[in-house]
């Protein structure tokens, strides 16, 4: 009886542990609408400092002139590289330090200068729209 006993708790204490890390890769993900007001769209136009083609998201950092007049750093979230390369045809080469562009972003709740893109993003570089597909599938060229 007492080896039985050693046994199921045993199994329960490795069943235990299994979900807990099952579990963990699940809740690392974090989404971005707790960040970004979803409901509405700002156009920001600047100058590339620097683009970040990494996981889980890449990033754009732009030079823009806020409505004070102010020349402040504004980032943008972008999707992870693998989805921007399948989706919209934009590699690590898309943004360059210095390319003016003009994003359609989903503002920070907060008022500080970010921003996120990750679907329907509207996209100009130096003038030209990028092509990026829509959320029903069909590509804005």
């Not at 004070?68 to 045809?89: D, K, T, Y």
């Amino acid at each position: 009886m007492k080896v039985f006993d050693v046994f199921r708790t045993y199994c329960g204490i490795l069943c235990a542990s299994l979900v807990i890390l099952v579990s963990m890769p699940v809740s690392a993900h974090h989404g971005t609408a707790v960040s970004y007001e979803q409901s509405s769209w700002a156009t920001v136009k600047g100058t590339v400092t620097t683009f970040r083609w990494r996981n889980p998201h890449s990033a754009l950092f732009l030079d823009i002139t806020n409505e004070a007049g102010e020349m402040v750093n504004f980032a943008i979230e972008l999707p992870s590289p693998i989805l921007m390369s399948r989706s919209n045809g934009w590699t690590r080469e898309t943004f360059k330090p210095g390319d003016v562009v003009e994003f359609r972003v989903h503002p920070s709740r907060t008022g500080a200068p970010v921003g996120e893109c990750l679907f329907d993003c509207l996209v100009y570089v130096n003038g030209e729209l990028l092509p990026s597909r829509l959320p029903t599938g069909e590509t804005r060229q």
